[in-house]
């Protein structure tokens, strides 16, 4: 009967068990549910309050700490104003700081770690344990403890792993080599702006010099349009002889518009440029165009140079030199690794003989299945190594390319503004002939018009012509990798001395004193 009483007690107690492990099992998924509904993440929109901030904020970042123009801006001031502000050119000089503040980071990586750790532990009764004699079949003796019910532990350890400070090694070499790559990728960027100045400059200076006279020109062929249709309305010449002449009017009307419109742009091309506010007005100071500009040396030492200086070239040493410190990093990865590590330790427990100790050791850890890994990295760094290359020869032909085409560009453009001045000179004086006959009553209106039309077209041919030559000219000396600008930029120095930098920079090469870093071959 007790046996019974017992088992009928034990099947309650199951029972209860079961069903409070049922409503546990209830709660725990319910909490379970409510957590994941709390951690659940929707996009959230930007509102348009935070829009209106964003925009506000660019707009008054955009030209920030930038010196006021002050008097008219000659080319060379463009040119600094350029490689100060340009927003383009600071993306760049940002990329490389980065890279830089990289580098310095992954030399930390190099140091021993020092790992510090505290903690406190207590519970409610002791952590006490016996022991059974398997021989005599009978307890050792009662329970005993040797940890108090409350402890306090501290720990200092300095380690360092000798496998991890190889691989921080390789890897700060590599971070050193992208901080080249960045400083090249600038160099690029800078270059390419200087061209664009140079281009967008004398565009500008030819549209300030004749948008006006475009204007008057404009003027006079919308009052003769008017003239001859009236002409023509009252019957005072052959509809024949009057839309013709509307019609030769009106061609020229639309080529001054097309003018205006290529000529216009070309100012707001070189604001930008200078990363001066859209609409600015500024004036441009209209130099003298100095001597016959000429090539620095022989195409093929010009070739030598490039092959030297060109940014893309050295960009591609730099990483086939990170290519090659992979190859080592997975050599490293594939040894074991060796840990070195020593430090005082502390333990409030009382029971302890000795509370305060030093430790030390090592201890060496390996993946062996890195061993098999290996020859399939070691491939495809092999097989990267042999795309560089390749890429290496396709940039090297593109540059030699490069060169021969921009000094061929240089040299033809040379000569279409020896005949485009030719031509202006030769139609100024017949513009002389044609005013002085329209004078006379010889010729008409009409011709005379066209004749300065003409006139306007070859001056503006000229200036064209002109600054395609100096597009050429800068392109020539990029083309072999040699900067159009100084080659340390101080950008707290103000924007004067900056110019003057670069004024005595572009006057050494016009003069031809600007030497190549290669033999006359």
Not at 70 to 97: C, P, W
Not at 457 to 481: K, P, T
Request: proline content about 3%; overall charge positive.
């Amino acid at each position: 009967m007790p046996d019974a009483a017992c088992r009928q007690h034990t099947g309650r107690l199951r029972g209860g068990s079961k069903m409070i492990s049922m409503t546990y099992r209830k709660l725990s998924i319910s909490l379970s549910a409510l957590l994941v509904a709390g951690c659940t993440i929707n996009p959230e929109k930007l509102t348009t309050a935070e829009l209106a901030s964003m925009a506000s904020n660019n707009l008054s970042q955009v030209t920030i700490d930038q010196e006021p123009v002050q008097g008219s801006i000659d080319l060379y001031e463009a040119m600094a104003r350029a490689l100060k502000y340009n927003l383009d050119h600071k993306v760049e000089v940002f990329e490389t700081v980065v890279r830089t503040a990289e580098l310095s980071a992954a030399q930390y990586d190099m140091l021993p770690g020092l790992a510090v750790s505290a903690g406190y532990g207590a519970r409610d009764n002791y952590s006490a344990s016996s022991s059974f004699n398997l021989v005599t079949r009978t307890p050792n003796f009662g329970a005993s403890t040797s940890q108090e019910r409350e402890s306090v532990v501290a720990e200092a350890a300095l380690s360092w792993n000798v496998l991890d400070f190889g691989l921080s090694y390789v890897r700060a070499q590599q971070s050193a080599d992208k901080v080249l790559i960045a400083a090249e990728t600038r160099r690029k960027v800078a270059n390419r702006i200087i061209e664009d100045v140079r281009t967008a400059y004398w565009r500008a200076l030819a549209a300030d010099r004749l948008i006006r006279k475009l204007n008057a020109l404009e003027g006079r062929t919308r009052k003769a349009l008017a003239s001859t249709d009236k002409i023509s309305t009252e019957g005072q010449a052959s509809p024949i002889t009057s839309l013709t002449y509307q019609r030769e009017l009106l061609e020229v009307r639309r080529t001054i518009q097309e003018l205006q419109r290529d000529l216009t742009i070309a100012k707001q091309q070189l604001g930008a440029l200078m990363n001066l506010q859209p609409g600015e007005n500024f004036q441009l100071v209209a130099p003298h165009r100095g001597g016959v500009l000429r090539t620095p040396g022989k195409v093929r030492s010009m070739i030598w140079t490039a092959l030297q200086n060109r940014p893309e070239l050295r960009e591609l040493e730099y990483q086939k030199r990170i290519n090659l410190k992979e190859a080592d990093a997975a050599l490293l990865s594939m040894l074991p690794g060796i840990q070195l590590y020593a430090g005082p330790n502390f333990d409030s427990n009382d029971f302890l003989l000795n509370n305060n100790w030093m430790g030390w050791g090592a201890k060496a850890t390996g993946n062996l299945l890195k061993i098999l890994k290996y020859p399939a990295q070691k491939a495809v760094i092999d097989k990267q190594e042999e795309l560089l290359e390749q890429r290496g020869l396709a940039i090297t032909m593109a540059i030699m390319t490069q060169v021969h085409v921009s000094n061929i560009r240089f040299q033809h453009l040379r000569k279409e503004l020896a005949s485009a001045t030719q031509y202006f000179d030769v139609q100024s004086r017949l513009l002389g002939q044609m005013k002085a006959q329209t004078a006379a009553e010889r010729i008409s209106e009409q011709t005379l018009i066209r004749e300065e039309m003409n006139t306007l077209l070859a001056e503006l041919r000229r200036d064209l012509a002109y600054s395609g030559l100096q597009n050429a000219y800068a392109n020539l000396y990029a083309s072999m990798g040699m900067d159009g600008y100084v080659s340390d930029i101080d950008f707290q120095i103000p924007v004067k001395e900056l110019s003057q930098s670069l004024a005595n920079l572009w006057q050494e090469r016009g003069s031809g004193r600007a030497a190549l870093n290669a033999p006359e071959i």
